[in-house]
């Protein structure tokens, strides 16, 4: 489609069809939007995600597609399963398994900690997050020690300034989100498997003891007797992908 690459949507289609019968290999959605610090290092996370044994999905936010074309971010990326912000359904929140931020902008960091939900990517972030769902971020665009700032000249603020800004990255964490400094951090965290392969009375009791009121597992995990009569007791849903 674009070039002599691969298609992405036929290898995502193959992927499903081989690991139909077993546990299938993990689903991501990819939340692109623009940031002024540049894109490079979400182009190449998203390029090397696209080389795992994974099924992902990229969504770009109308803002992106002010400053490039479908196709030049297809190329960029190296990934032509692309789709806009209405493509975040429901149905694909409740099928991802992991959801992936490539570039993390002020914007988006500002608009999580205010739970702006107005927004399309916050209000998709916050639902996976509350239905237990893993994020995990690339944090170089937000972070104004890393080196990109100072290699584009934008190490000059104020030290109020790249403190806040700092901050405002830390208080991201404490929403549950993996902030991760380098691409290959974020890619043998996206590579984990699953922790759990049962679920047992302590996890309930602990979802129980964080307020949780759902606890969303894959097909094949198995769920002990004395995990669901916890799950009964303390009113708390275990629901299978």
Not at 11 to 30: A, H, I, Q, Y
Not at 72 to 90: I, Q
Not at 115 to 127: A, G, H, K, S, W
Request: one cysteine or more; charged letters at 25%; aromatic letters at 8%.
């Amino acid at each position: 489609m674009y070039g002599a690459r691969q298609s992405t949507v036929v290898k995502n289609t193959l992927l499903e069809l081989l690991f139909s019968e077993g546990k299938g290999v993990p689903r991501v959605t990819s939340l692109l939007t623009y940031h002024f610090t540049g894109m490079e290092e979400g182009w190449m996370l998203l390029r090397e995600a696209g080389k795992k044994r994974i099924r992902m999905e990229v969504v770009a936010e109308g803002t992106l597609l002010q400053h490039f074309r479908i196709a030049s971010l297809a190329a960029a990326c190296r990934h032509d399963a692309l789709y806009p912000e209405s493509f975040l359904t429901e149905d694909v929140l409740w099928r991802t398994d992991y959801i992936l931020i490539p570039v993390l902008s002020f914007s988006l960091v500002s608009d999580l900690l205010r739970f702006n939900d107005q927004r399309t990517f916050v209000r998709f972030i916050l639902q996976a997050l509350l239905n237990g769902k893993k994020v995990v971020a690339l944090s170089c665009g937000a972070n104004p020690f890393h080196p990109v700032f100072a290699k584009k000249n934008l190490d000059q603020g104020t030290v109020p300034l790249t403190d806040e800004l700092y901050m405002q990255l830390t208080q991201l964490k404490k929403l549950g989100i993996k902030v991760a400094g380098s691409d290959n951090s974020v890619l043998s965290w996206l590579e984990e498997k699953e922790k759990n392969a049962v679920i047992t009375e302590a996890d309930v009791l602990q979802a129980s003891k964080k307020g949780q009121k759902f606890i969303t597992v894959g097909k094949h995990v198995i769920i002990t007797p004395l995990a669901r009569d916890a799950a009964t007791q303390y009113k708390i849903l275990i629901a299978r992908k």
